[in-house]
C-alpha cells in the first residue's frame, strides 16, 4: 500500500552531476588522448621523463574513467573515487604545467592562468561534490 521511498532511490543521476560523469569518462579520455599523440613526436627528444609524464596522464585519466563509471552506477564510495579523481587531475596538470618535462606552445606568462583555471576546475568540481543536495541524495 505504501511505498518506501530510499535516499538512493530519491534522485538519480542527472544535472551537474550527469555533466561531471561525461567529463569523467569522455572529456578528459579524449583530451589526455590528443594531448598525448600530440607530444609524441617530442619523445625521441625529451626521453624518459616525457614518457613517464605522458603515462601519468594516461592513468589519471583511467581514475576519472572509474570514477565516472562508479558515479553512473551509482557504487558506495564513487564521490570519494571522484574527488580523488578530481585531485589527481589537479596534480597532474600542476605538474605538467610547471615543469619542462611535457612540450606546450603557451605563451611568455600565460602559465599561471593556466595552473588557476585548472585549480578553479577540479576545486569547482570538489566543491559540487561536498556541496550537492543531489550528490547526497543519489549516493
Known amino acids: 500500500m505504501f511505498a518506501v521511498k530510499t535516499v538512493n532511490d530519491s534522485r538519480g543521476v542527472g544535472g ?3 555533466v561531471l560523469c ?3 569518462l ?8 590528443v594531448i ?15 614518457a613517464l609524464t605522458i603515462l601519468m596522464r594516461i592513468g589519471v585519466a583511467a581514475v576519472g574513467i572509474a570514477a565516472g563509471l562508479a558515479l553512473v552506477k551509482r557504487r558506495p564510495g564513487a564521490v570519494t573515487l571522484a574527488k580523488a579523481a578530481l ?11 610547471t615543469t619542462p618535462y611535457f612540450p606546450n606552445n603557451r605563451t611568455p606568462g600565460t602559465t599561471p592562468v593556466y595552473v588557476a583555471a585548472s585549480l578553479a576546475y577540479s576545486g569547482v568540481w570538489l566543491l559540487y561534490l561536498w556541496r550537492s543536495k543531489r550528490v547526497r541524495e543519489t549516493y
Open 16 to 18: 551537474w552531476l550527469l
Open 26 to 33: 569522455v572529456w578528459q579520455p579524449l583530451s589526455v588522448a
Open 36 to 50: 598525448a599523440s600530440s607530444a609524441l613526436e617530442a619523445l625521441t627528444i625529451r626521453g624518459l621523463p616525457l
Open 87 to 97: 585531485l589527481l587531475t589537479a596534480a597532474a596538470d600542476l605538474f605538467v604545467y
Open 22 to 24: 561525461l567529463l569523467l
